[in-house]
């Protein structure tokens, strides 16, 4: 049973360190710093998702220019 009553101070004292933590610059920068990244990862795996599907389908620019050239 103290083991509980231990884990739940904790759990409260940990609240208390969350709302120090939420005023601090560091916290808010590193914050920023992760989201960034995360962003940034996304739309390369997105570029490449588009890069592969004009390597497998083409580039629509380039079918227009051989109809072009085969109806000239």
Excluded: P, T
């Amino acid at each position: 049973m103290g083991c509980f009553v231990q884990e739940y101070l904790g759990f409260f004292y940990s609240a208390m360190d969350a709302s120090r933590l939420l005023k601090e610059k560091k916290f808010w920068i590193a914050s920023f710093i992760v989201v960034w990244a995360a962003a940034l990862q996304g739309h390369m795996m997105w570029m490449q998702k588009q890069d592969a599907f004009k390597h497998k389908f083409g580039d629509l620019s380039e079918n227009k220019e051989e109809e072009d050239l085969s109806a000239s």
